[in-house]
């Protein structure tokens, strides 16, 4: 199965979260928070969205940081992802 997102949407695999701290600190698994940087896996067209003109700015494989509070989370497949709109997408990761 495979996730097609429409419109302004992007769907991104959130990269793993740090095992250790900068310090060496292992942090156990709950009190890792999530990382707001993802991989962008599939990209929509774009186009007219809400009656603006949308031109999609972010690519596969683009690395990204994203919104905290932003997008919806889906399992599929035993894999998790987020869907977002693209202006929750702060930055690109270079």
């Given at each position: ?7 302004d949407r992007v769907v ?31 990209v929509g067209p774009g ?48």
């Amino acid at each position: 199965m495979k996730l097609v997102p429409l419109g302004d949407r992007v769907v991104l695999k959130q990269l793993a979260a740090e095992e250790t701290t900068k310090s060496g600190i292992v942090l156990p698994g709950q009190n890792k928070e999530k990382p707001q940087q993802a991989e962008v896996l599939a990209v929509g067209p774009g186009g007219t969205v809400d009656g603006k003109e949308v031109k999609m700015e972010v690519k596969v494989g683009d690395q990204v940081i994203y919104s905290k509070y932003s997008g919806t989370e889906v399992k599929l497949e035993d894999e998790e992802y987020i869907i977002v709109r693209q202006n929750d997408i702060l930055a690109i990761v270079e």
